[in-house]
């Protein structure tokens, strides 16, 4: 499995972005895709993911503000990040879950300023 980000950028407060996740390979057995957020000098932590049922789970900090979607068909994941604020910038990471192993992919860059 190999994942490809993209859609990161530069944005102003309260602007928006839409990260893509596209991966290559066999899927079979992926149980979660998600995103993961890294900021300078903090660790990477979960920004939200979808399991297999198609429930989404939110960090606090976004919920109402980020919506995650999957397309199976294409075995993506998209990140719709809304009202950003500066506090969201980071490298962003697309995961997925195959038989309890993860595949990364390889960041894109978040950077919310005026």
């Known amino acids: 499995v190999q994942l490809q980000a993209s859609g990161g950028g530069l944005v102003q407060p309260g602007g928006s972005l839409r990260l893509s996740c596209a991966g290559s390979?066999?899927?079979?057995?992926?149980?979660?895709m998600g995103w993961y957020c890294q900021a300078p000098g903090k660790q990477r932590e979960l920004v939200a993911r979808?399991?297999?049922?198609?429930?989404?789970i939110y960090a606090d900090s976004v919920r109402g503000r980020f919506g995650i979607s999957r397309d199976a068909a294409k075995n993506a994941v998209y990140l719709q990040m809304n009202s950003l604020k500066p506090e969201d910038t980071a490298v962003y990471y697309c995961?997925?879950?195959?038989?309890?192993?993860?595949?990364w992919g390889q960041g894109t860059l978040v950077t919310v300023s005026s």
């Open positions: 995961k997925f879950v195959k038989f309890g192993d993860d595949y």
């Open positions: 979808i399991a297999r049922d198609g429930i989404p």
């Open positions: 390979g066999r899927f079979y057995g992926i149980s979660s």
